[in-house]
């Protein structure tokens, strides 16, 4: 049983001050966007945000949905268990599935204008039996990375500061949940940046402290010294130096969360929902610049506290001191919490705490909004009610947002008690919901694909998945299949790998040997899916989507194509290899190069989400600042002049 290294008030005051606090924020800005800039919160609004949200704050609720519990502890873990490859290979591993998704946000805003999520184009190609199949993908995709978010914050909150894990699973949501169910998708948008500010400033804090002023460590040539030294002291479990790539599980450990990762973006729909919010021409931009400032914080993260908490644990300072930490401790993703108390005390361990309350709050209320429009569109409205009204749509988001919120808190505490942990869930979730990858993108991209090869395709991509996982365990595990041979690094790759590629397989074969009589037309998806009758004047005109704004996407998907080739071939392939490939330690001039690129990449990130958004609001905030001074009149910055001003941003 771990020690916490915090008082309980610390888990309890969080929880509950940060959370309140957050929630009545949201409803106070909710109404002051309502009341003085004319954004009634109409159905369209709560789902779509008015699809005219620039590229900044995309980028940041992108970095804010894709930073999950497990992308600041499992860093930091992997940094403390296998060193300086630990922090920056979960960077590398979990980039790809932002940028290569940038294809799906761009046909989304081109062939679909009008879509509130990307399933109502699975029920109009597909028809209700077809939209279904993918659903539960949406729906299990939901659960599993809902219950990842709550797991990990639940437990690091409980194994820090002693607080009772049932209720940090109860507590944790709750103000989630209020400003969700308030503000709808706007609100998530402006929450997220805030909750992305904070984490970097944390992080820049921690990250320079450690690396410049700290006077146990303050410079990259003294941490290489101390990590030389922990390599005699406490030599790595695998034998591999803690300043080496060449660490065959730690690759193969970052490809099968890379390709699991992929299902967590193309098939969660909190992402499309992100592409249909966005104004058409800034999606890409958005989400680019978002993967790439998403990058930083696990590369950061592991290589300041994880690995300073490997450096110090000869030090009177280390919470474990003198031992190492428990294999209890690493799994619950302490190595991060210990290395900022190690460095800044109990102001460390605090501060590490408070970003791991952001990075579940902000990506929990990504997956509430997504999963509320999911069940609203294409459940409610499509199933239940096809005449709802507006007000009706409104009504079946709030009680999908809290009905979900109650559901994932009792799961979570479940799988607490069954001894689930996030690191299992992390490299599971692939077998099982991968096959919705190129489910989406041969639906979005090929008119010839059949409902016969997505009703046959995707579970069958599931089922070879999970047979092939089971028969490496039994291979890798010495003809055993338990919990622990189920979670062998190279039986999760190769369940992973078999669920992801074989459904392409699957569904191209299908559809070649028996095609339908003629192809789907693609402008079905935009003259088929129309918006609810309470939209506005702004939201009409955002989902339209003119000639000139159809070129510029096309341009954006060549830019997105030459991006991810490079990353594929630079960061994925001749980087990671070239590393691996050289056999032995980083030299000291190597390691502070690196740890100085790493420490410039933070600091261009954290001025681009923090600065940026405030930037291309600077109309919107101008108006509200006149409004609220007794400058202008609260009628008078209708949702006409929010159109104008948005015009005047995208110009
Ligand atoms: N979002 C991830 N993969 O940490």
Not at 24 to 38: C, N
Not at 114 to 136: D, I, K, M, N
Not at 518 to 525: I, L, R, T, V
Request: glycine share 8%.
């Amino acid at each position: 049983m771990t020690t916490p290294i915090l008082e309980q008030s610390y888990g309890y005051g969080f929880v509950l001050g940060i959370g309140a606090a957050f929630a009545l924020l949201m409803s106070l800005i909710t109404r002051v966007l309502s009341k003085y800039l004319g954004q009634v919160q109409n159905s369209e609004r709560f789902t779509t945000a008015s699809r005219s949200v620039g590229s900044g704050l995309i980028a940041s609720s992108t970095v804010s949905a894709w930073t999950w519990p497990a992308t600041l502890l499992s860093s930091g873990a992997w940094s403390y268990a296998h060193g300086v490859s630990g922090g920056f290979l979960y960077g590398v591993g979990g980039t790809i599935q932002v940028t290569l998704f940038v294809f799906v946000c761009l046909q989304i805003k081109s062939r679909a204008p009008a879509a509130h999520t990307v399933s109502e184009c699975f029920s109009v190609r597909f028809g209700p039996v077809g939209h279904w199949v993918f659903l539960c993908y949406v729906f299990a995709t939901n659960v599993l990375i809902s219950s990842l978010l709550l797991l990990g914050g639940s437990q690091g909150f409980s194994a820090t500061t002693g607080m009772n894990v049932v209720a940090a699973s109860f507590l944790l949501p709750l103000g989630v949940m209020v400003y969700t169910a308030l503000g709808g998708l706007k609100a998530t948008f402006i929450s997220d940046w805030i909750h992305t500010v904070i984490i970097y400033i944390i992080l820049l804090v921690a990250s320079y402290k450690i690396y410049c002023s700290s006077p146990l460590i303050g410079s990259p040539g003294k941490m290489y010294d101390l990590l030389q030294e922990a390599q005699i002291a406490f030599p790595s479990a695998t034998g591999q130096s803690y300043l080496s790539y060449r660490d065959s599980t730690m690759l193969m450990l970052t490809w099968t969360v890379c390709l699991g990762g992929l299902s967590s973006v193309f098939g969660d729909p909190g992402y499309s929902q992100r592409a249909i919010a966005s104004s058409s021409t800034q999606v890409f931009q958005g989400y680019t610049l978002g993967a790439l400032c998403w990058a930083v914080i696990p590369t950061v993260i592991g290589s300041s506290a994880g690995l300073a908490c490997r450096a110090l644990l000869s030090s009177p300072h280390s919470p474990t001191y003198p031992n190492e930490l428990s294999t209890e401790e690493v799994n619950n993703g302490l190595p991060v919490i210990y290395g900022l108390y190690a460095v800044m005390g109990k102001s460390g361990a605090a501060a590490g705490l408070i970003m791991l309350f952001m990075s579940v709050t902000s990506a929990s209320s990504a997956e509430l909004i997504a999963f509320s429009s999911v069940t609203t569109y294409d459940v409610y409205r499509t199933y239940i009610n096809p005449k709802a009204s507006g007000a009706q749509l409104v009504r079946a988001a709030h009680i999908a947002v809290v009905g979900f919120s109650l559901f994932m808190a009792v799961l979570s505490v479940v799988f607490n008690y069954v001894g689930v942990t996030v690191g299992w869930l992390l490299t599971f979730s692939g077998i099982i919901v991968n096959p919705s990858v190129f489910t989406v993108v041969i639906t979005l991209f090929w008119s010839k694909m059949t409902r016969l090869a997505l009703v046959i395709g995707a579970p069958l991509g599931t089922l070879s998945g999970v047979l092939c996982w089971i028969a490496g365990a039994y291979c890798f595990g010495n003809n055993v299949v338990d919990k622990d041979t189920l979670n062998i690094t190279k039986a999760t790759f190769i369940g992973n790998c078999t669920a992801l590629f074989s459904t392409p397989l699957y569904i191209v074969l299908v559809s070649l040997l028996k095609p339908d009589p003629e192809p789907f037309d693609m402008n079905k998806f935009c003259t088929s899916i129309t918006l609810a009758d309470d939209m506005d004047a702004e939201e009409e005109h955002a989902a339209e989507l003119p000639a000139n704004e159809q070129k510029k996407l096309r341009s954006h998907i060549w830019a997105a194509a030459v991006i991810n080739i490079v990353l594929v071939l630079g960061v994925y392939v001749v980087l990671p290899l070239g590393l691996y490939g050289s056999n032995h330690d980083l030299s000291k001039a190597s390691f502070t190069g690196f740890i100085v690129v790493v420490l410039m990449w933070l600091l261009v990130a954290a001025m681009y989400i923090i600065l940026f958004p405030l930037w291309q609001g600077r109309h919107s905030i101008k108006v509200l600042l006149q409004v609220l001074l007794g400058r202008g009149s609260a009628d008078g910055t209708s949702s006409v002049e929010v159109v104008q001003l948005q015009q005047e941003q995208k110009s």
